[in-house]
């Protein structure tokens, strides 16, 4: 059954033309009465999915949501669509909160946005007992789980819904992939009956690309300039001080680039928070602290500086990139020492023994993926439970296949070498001696004296710096702790150096000659043609003057979606700007004469007028 309702809502009030993926059914489930538990990529709409059945069942839709900061800008993005939404948490005061309350028993709220340790509290339990509630969604569901990465004990009460209030839906959403988180928030939430919707996790949008470099900070500037040179991005940083000294190096470049870490107060979090969730083109360099909750729509690259743990880890972080649908970079730098540190913090973290497996397990594939030849979407869907997709052609091994070599020789030369010189050297040492050179160490230990000494002088430092990096990573060579970065053999090693196995590594891609691929898309953002771009540029800059008149950010007034498709449709009146994608009715009232004048006034320049 569809609800005619659901659809006029979407067209009318959001101005989308048809529900995406399974949106629909989701939401018709929902209407019914039903309790859901919904699997979704960011991006994919969830927000849609408990906003709709909120404004076509009557009474008001509760919405938990774990970050109070961020209220705020779910609220707005809601009144910009003329919907009543409001937020009760700490920063209100009593007054602001009782005129809240008085809206609620009037029955004028739509949309209620509220912290799990409120809504657990008797005195708004007491209100939602007096009031018509529409239906509950928990969001950032995987909070509720301890298996999660983000376990947040006040989510655990929030069983009490299911008891109390047993005739109101319960909808819970996820972006978290694995199946042990989500039999966790179906047990927790006691959500015995709900149906589960588990949708695909590909982000088809979003373009992977990693690459080995020697001079991270260099190779990042060159891609923001030549891909981004006006977008907002994050770039993550594994240190503090990393972070500190990229945002003030991208600076000097002349971009807009805010630190966050959590060193700083939470005051200048905040700040530079809000900045970059308002302002268009700002970077923001940052630990894995920031991040979680973000609905910045139109964040067009993410980029890390250092590996992140997991894939996990780097699926979710990447995912923040594109969530407006339209092409996005998720773009990775790493090297040599990347791979030591991981593998030394890895023996040096306090968990128990099987804990420590299972991370190091995880870096394994993390590891994998970055090392790896064939496409890197389709392994990484592999790894969340969805295999069997094709080889996607918007990665960069799709793109540009990777060359490989046979690396068996020079394996077993730099693994000879760790062996006679006693498994007690780090890399820079062990290439030394590969190359013959007669350092006072060297000669100190005698190692000039090994066979192997010299026997690596027609392979440049930086390759072989590559051979090592990849027989870290895959496990070859292992990183001890004690001795600063000394390698050792693995029992891996054994079959390599007898000659009964042999490798084939990626080459250097300082040997391989860089393909420039020089597009329209190398400049404009999203999907705009280069005869397009004054038009966007312009509308823009409308965007931005509107959002800062009414202290909202860019998104709020039109997203880069609604922009790319204005710029496609160029509207000519009020009734095609209406049928453009994101442009309901309100929007159309409030925008649709100032930004039709724009898309107007670039006709006539086309026309020569
Ligand atoms: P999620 O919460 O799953 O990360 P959102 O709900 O924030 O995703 O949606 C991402 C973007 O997609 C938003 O800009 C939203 O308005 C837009 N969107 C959602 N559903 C649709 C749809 N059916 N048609 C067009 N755009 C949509
Ligand atoms: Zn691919």
Same mark, same amino acid.
């Given at each position: ?30 209407? *019914?009465?039903? $309790? ?50 409001? %937020? ?21 709220? $739509? ?12 005195? !708004? ?11 509950? @969604? ?55 009956? @709900? ?49 500190? *000294? ?33 302002? $268009? ?8 602290? %920031? ?6 729509? +139109? ?59 299972? &991370? ?10 970055? &090392? ?35 690396? !068996? ?15 007690? %050297? ?5 290439? +030394? ?6 350092? +006072? ?34 496990? %070859?060579?292992?990183?001890?702790? /004690? ?76 997203? *880069? ?14 009734? &095609? ?27 006539? /320049?086309?026309?020569?007028?």
């Amino acid at each position: 059954m569809t609800h005619t309702d659901a659809v006029d809502v979407l067209n009318t009030i959001y101005g989308y033309d048809a529900f995406r993926g399974q949106q629909a059914d989701i939401i018709n489930s929902v209407i *019914d009465g039903n $309790d859901a538990l919904v699997l979704m990529p960011t991006g994919g709409g969830k927000s849609l999915c408990y906003q709709i059945p909120s404004l076509v069942r009557s009474g008001v839709g509760v919405v938990v949501s774990p970050l109070i900061a961020l209220m705020q800008d779910q609220v707005d993005a809601l009144r910009a669509l003329n919907l009543n939404a409001q %937020f009760i948490n700490s920063t209100l005061d009593a007054e602001s909160v009782r005129s809240i309350e008085a809206d609620l028993r009037q029955g004028t709220v $739509d949309v209620l946005y509220v912290a799990p340790e409120r809504l657990l509290m008797p005195s !708004t339990l007491a209100l939602l007992d007096e009031l018509e509630v529409a239906l509950f @969604a928990i969001d950032e569901a995987h909070c509720v789980s301890a298996w999660g990465h983000d376990f947040r004990p006040e989510y655990m009460g929030l069983s009490v819904l299911a008891e109390r209030y047993p005739a109101v839906p319960r909808i819970a959403l996820t972006a978290t992939a694995d199946r042990r988180t989500r039999e966790e928030i179906a047990k927790n939430l006691d959500l015995v009956h @709900a149906q589960h919707f588990v949708s695909s996790f590909d982000r088809p949008n979003i373009r992977y690309l990693i690459r080995e470099s020697q001079s991270s900070r260099e190779e990042l500037w060159r891609f923001i300039k030549a891909f981004h040179p006006e977008d907002s991005g994050i770039v993550y940083c594994l240190s503090r001080k990393k972070v500190d *000294d990229t945002a003030a190096w991208l600076e000097k470049k002349g971009r807009v680039a805010l630190p966050y870490h959590a060193r700083m107060s939470a005051r200048d979090r905040e700040q530079n928070q809000n900045r970059f969730l308002r302002e $268009d083109n700002v970077i923001i360099v940052a630990t894995i602290a %920031f991040g979680m909750g973000i609905d910045k729509p +139109d964040v067009r690259f993410v980029a890390h500086l250092n590996l992140p743990k997991s894939v996990e880890a780097y699926y979710q972080e990447t995912g923040r990139a594109g969530r407006d649908g339209e092409p996005a970079n998720a773009w990775m730098s790493y090297g040599l020492q990347d791979v030591i540190t991981l593998r030394q913090m890895m023996q040096q973290s306090s968990a128990d023994e099987q804990h420590k497996r299972v &991370e190091s397990h995880k870096l394994d594939a993390m590891l994998s993926l970055a &090392e790896m030849t064939a496409c890197r979407r389709q392994w990484i869907l592999d790894y969340f439970d969805e295999p069997g997709s094709d080889a996607c052609g918007n990665c960069d091994n799709c793109l540009t296949p990777p060359e490989t070599y046979d690396a !068996t020789e020079a394996a077993q030369k730099a693994m000879s070498c760790v062996y006679r010189t006693g498994q007690r %050297f780090g890399v820079n040492y062990l290439i +030394d001696v590969l190359q013959g050179k007669s350092t +006072d160490r060297i000669v100190q230990f005698g190692h000039d004296q090994l066979s192997t000494f010299g026997i690596g002088a027609d392979i440049a430092p930086t390759d072989w710096r590559g051979v090592f990096r990849q027989l870290i990573a895959h496990n %070859f060579l292992a990183v001890d702790l /004690e001795g600063h970065g000394s390698v050792k053999l693995t029992e891996q090693a054994r079959p390599v150096l007898r000659g009964e196995q042999s490798l084939q590594f990626r080459r250097q891609l300082a040997t391989v000659k860089p393909k420039r691929q020089r597009s329209a898309r190398a400049r404009a953002p999203v999907s705009i043609a280069a005869s397009d771009q004054p038009l966007w540029d312009a509308l823009r800059s409308l965007r931005k003057d509107l959002a800062d008149e009414a202290s909202v950010p860019a998104y709020v007034v039109f997203t *880069d979606a609604t922009l790319a498709d204005m710029v496609q449709k160029r509207p000519g009146s009020l009734e &095609e700007m209406s049928m453009v994608s994101g442009v309901g009715d309100h929007k159309l009232e409030r925008y649709g004469v100032e930004f039709l004048a724009v898309v107007e006034q670039f006709e006539a /320049e086309i026309d020569g007028v």
